[in-house]
């Protein structure tokens, strides 16, 4: 994911990407490939680009356990100044410095980091799982237990303990 510069025109400029997640060494369960639009505009001080990441990752459910596939989409800005008095005008997180003479600019360790950042802390297979039964442990997308298992809605049990106090 490499942009030459060096001989780049001022003004805008669009790139699309597409490559497997394995050849920017993210883990085994991002699939499939990796899709990068990127807007970039260059002035004579600095390059600033948008990018647009998506990609395929392999989750698993927090409430069944079930290995399911989700679409991972994110977006970073960067600016890449070529002189080191303009880092401060930037948070340190969305500036590069680079010099008049960097050739290319290569966005593979910001696409890696971005999609790792963007992966969710919970994940549900989809908002109707019902998870595993409590007793028997059978995924109950799948079967209808015997169980026999107080059903109470969540918020009546909220209700039941303001009752209590
Ligand atoms: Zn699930
Ligand atoms: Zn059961």
Sequence with gaps: MKIKISSLSEGR??????????EIELPIDFVGNVIVNVK???TKDQIFITSNLQCKKEFLCDRCSTNYEDDLKT???MFYVYDVAH???YDE????????DTDIIDLSPDVKEYL???????????EDCKGLCPKCGQNLNLT???CEIEQIDPRWSELKKIFRN
């Design 87 to 89: 880092r401060t005008e």
């Design 116 to 126: 790792l950042l963007a992966v969710p802390m919970k994940n549900v297979c989809g």
């Design 40 to 42: 970039l505009e260059k």
């Design 75 to 77: 977006s970073y800005n």
């Design 93 to 100: 997180d969305v500036v590069t410095v680079i010099s008049k």
């Design 13 to 22: 400029h669009l790139y699309d990407f597409e490559m497997p997640a394995s």
């Design 144 to 146: 209808q237990c015997d």
